[in-house]
Nanobody
Framework: QVQLVESGGGLVQAGGSLRLSCVVS????????TGWFRQGPGKEREFVAAISREDGTWYGDPAKGRFTIARDNAKSTVYLQMNKLNPEDTALYYCAASEDGSVSTRSSYKYWGQGTLVTVSS
C-alpha cells in the first residue's frame, strides 16, 4: 500500500501562486510515477503533472508554462508549484501514485490521496 497526503490548497486571487505538497509513504518501491490530477466543479478529473522516479516530468495542457512539479526525496514529498492562477484552476487537486501504465491516464494510478481544494477568485 502507498499512502498520499496532500496539503497547501486554499483561496488565492487570480494571478497569484500556491504550492501544493504531497507526502508519500508506505511501499513506494514500485512507484513509477507520482502525479497530480484535478477535478473542477462539474468537470472530469484531468491530468495536471507527473514526475518519475528518475525525475522525468510531464505536464498536461492546463499546467504547461505555469506549473512546476518537483520532489524532495529526503522529505518523501512531491510538490506542485502553481503560478499565474486563474479562476479556471479552481478544483480539488489530487496526488496519486502509479506503478505502471501511461503517465497521464487516470486509470494508471492505483493509489490516491484525499485531495486539497484550490479556489481562485477573480
Amino acid at each position: 500500500q502507498v499512502q498520499l497526503v496532500e496539503s497547501g490548497g486554499g483561496l488565492v486571487q487570480a494571478g497569484g501562486s500556491l504550492r501544493l505538497s504531497c507526502v508519500v509513504s508506505g511501499r513506494t518501491f514500485g512507484t513509477v510515477y507520482t502525479g497530480w490530477f484535478r477535478q473542477g466543479p462539474g468537470k472530469e478529473r484531468e491530468f495536471v503533472a507527473a514526475i518519475s522516479r528518475e525525475d522525468g516530468t510531464w505536464y498536461g495542457d492546463p499546467a504547461k508554462g505555469r506549473f512546476t512539479i518537483a520532489r524532495d526525496n529526503a522529505k518523501s514529498t512531491v510538490y506542485l508549484q502553481m503560478n499565474k492562477l486563474n479562476p479556471e484552476d479552481t478544483a480539488l487537486y489530487y496526488c496519486a501514485a502509479s506503478e505502471d501504465g501511461s503517465v497521464s491516464t487516470r486509470s494508471s494510478y492505483k493509489y490516491w490521496g484525499q485531495g486539497t481544494l484550490v479556489t481562485v477568485s477573480s
